[in-house]
């Protein structure tokens, strides 16, 4: 885009598609976009995976609706003992990475996204907590290669509303509090707002130490740059104004375990000449020269960054900036959603964006609905990750019956599971969004939470279908 914020360049083909009508009556979500720009350049692009899986089955046990083939396995659930002993597994399961150990093992780092009145605390454990009025935090679960759970125990505690975060090439987790939160506010000890390393291998190599030069705000997820060690953070801010879509400059790039600590620079994304990203909607508009601001006060001491002066040219900003995951040689971030009722300069069902460090470019590459004529419940995508068979995972956050869908690369979207754990009544429904999906690092086991009841699924069969 120009200064004055025109496209120039080409742009993709809109595309329109209702599909996954399978798994509860009325579902659907639509897609538009062109994903070969999406995949290009990664190694999912390789496999296959044209189409999805087929129909959801019901689910005898009313756990999980999966295509035919498939099958799950109940990992952990809330308010079981963890098998370290140190208390009850936490509940608000959300954002969650899949790291190789040894022997063929699996190492899962799961966060908590308790707040002040989370109901299921992770556990108090000394050298591992922060705060000890936080409730959130991270447990870290270590899986045999046959699937079944070895151990079982806290890796940080002390934290709070721990939403998503991401992994570290060095295979360490980046867990992100949500929230701004100071001492003295709900009853905690210290400030809130802040980024932990942690090994779920072995949690006290990163022990409780937050990362403040990666700024103080509302945190929602992180995806590093395995070329330069940048690391680029989204913020799920829910008034006015929204959240800013950030960078962080390393003094230890790729440093591996605790480098981070040793600090940097943060900066926010400008795009020249728009201030809200959700007026953009136009599959493959890109806007060439992005430009990245000093945050002025990364710590917000007195005003939360999004608030702060960052010059005659303002910054951009969005609404319900979350996951986030890098690909190739770019680094993409969802929007989850933006409604003019709330304040947000358009509105949308949510997008996908694309950046490319070395062109500098950024390029709208999915947007999901509403259409011009389209209503449905399916909305609002959330945590978001490559899958083996050559397209996306997307974690559904929104109203009604909760999904993770698949998108394929050639732009089909269908349904891969469904909730079917009713936390309301028959009358009255209410099903918890999934978050938190991975997969192994040999792409056979996809990994997912339910947030509530907390609920944490292996899911096994033909992905290379």
């Known amino acids: 885009m120009s200064e004055n914020g ?60 999966l295509p035919k083939g498939f099958r799950y396995t109940v990992l952990s659930k809330e308010g079981d003992q963890l098998r370290s002993g140190e208390g009850p ?76 975060g991401g992994p570290t090439p060095w295979k360490t987790w980046l867990t992100c509090e949500e929230t701004e939160d100071r001492a003295g506010t709900n009853g905690y000890t210290k400030d809130h707002g802040f980024i932990f390393e942690v090994d779920g291998a072995d949690p006290r190599r990163t022990g409780a130490v937050p990362l403040t030069a990666m700024g103080r705000f509302a945190h929602e997820a992180i995806a590093v740059d395995p070329h330069r060690g940048v ?75 999004r608030h702060q002066d960052f010059g005659a040219k303002g910054i951009t900003h969005a609404q319900k900036l979350e996951g986030c995951y890098w690909g190739g040689r770019s680094v993409y971030f ?52 490559l899958a083996p068979s050559g397209g996306l995972m997307v974690c559904e956050d929104g109203w009604g019956a909760q999904h993770v869908f698949g998108v394929t690369r050639h732009g089909e979207v269908y349904p891969m599971a469904r909730n079917r754990q009713n936390l309301g009544t028959d009358d009255a429904p209410d099903w918890g969004e999934f978050a938190g999906v991975t997969f192994s690092p040999d792409g056979r086991t996809m990994y997912v939470n339910v947030y509530d009841p907390g609920t944490t699924f292996a899911v096994t069969g033909p992905w290379r279908r």
Not at 108 to 132: I, K
Not at 232 to 245: I, N, Q, V, W
Not at 334 to 356: E, K, L, P
């Open 231 to 305: 690391v680029y953070e989204t913020e799920d801010a829910f008034e006015r104004p929204f959240g800013l879509f950030y960078r962080f400059l390393p003094n230890k790039p790729l440093g591996g375990t605790g480098s981070l600590r040793a600090g940097g620079r943060l900066q926010a994304m400008r795009v020249p000449g728009v201030p809200d990203l959700s007026t953009i909607q136009e599959i493959g508009a890109h806007f060439d020269g992005i430009e990245w601001v000093d945050v002025p006060d990364p710590l917000a001491v007195e005003t939360p960054i």
């Open 89 to 164: 597994v936490p509940s608000n399961h959300d954002g969650m990475a899949a790291f190789a150990g040894r022997q063929g093992h699996v190492h899962l780092v799961r966060n908590h996204e308790n707040r002040a009145t989370g109901r299921v605390p992770v556990p108090v454990v000394d050298g591992l907590t922060y705060d000890p009025q936080g409730k959130g935090g991270c447990t870290a679960l270590t899986l045999d290669r046959r699937g079944g759970v070895l151990s079982e125990r806290v890796a940080i505690a002390g934290t709070a509303v721990n939403c998503a």
């Open 6 to 65: 025109s496209p120039h360049g080409s742009t993709a083909t809109t595309r329109r598609q209702m599909l996954a009508r399978s798994g509860a009556v009325g579902v659907g979500i639509a897609f538009t976009g062109a994903l070969s720009e999406l995949f290009a350049g990664t190694s999912a692009a390789q496999n296959l995976g044209h189409h999805g899986y087929g129909d959801l089955v019901p689910d005898p046990d009313g756990l999980l609706d």
């Open 334 to 385: 969802v929007s989850s959603f933006a409604r003019t009722s709330d304040g947000s300069a358009a509105s949308h069902y949510g997008q996908v964006w694309r950046y490319d460090p070395d062109r500098r470019r950024l390029t709208l590459v999915i947007v999901f609905g509403p259409d011009t004529d389209i209503q449905m419940p399916g909305e609002s995508p959330d945590n978001i990750c």
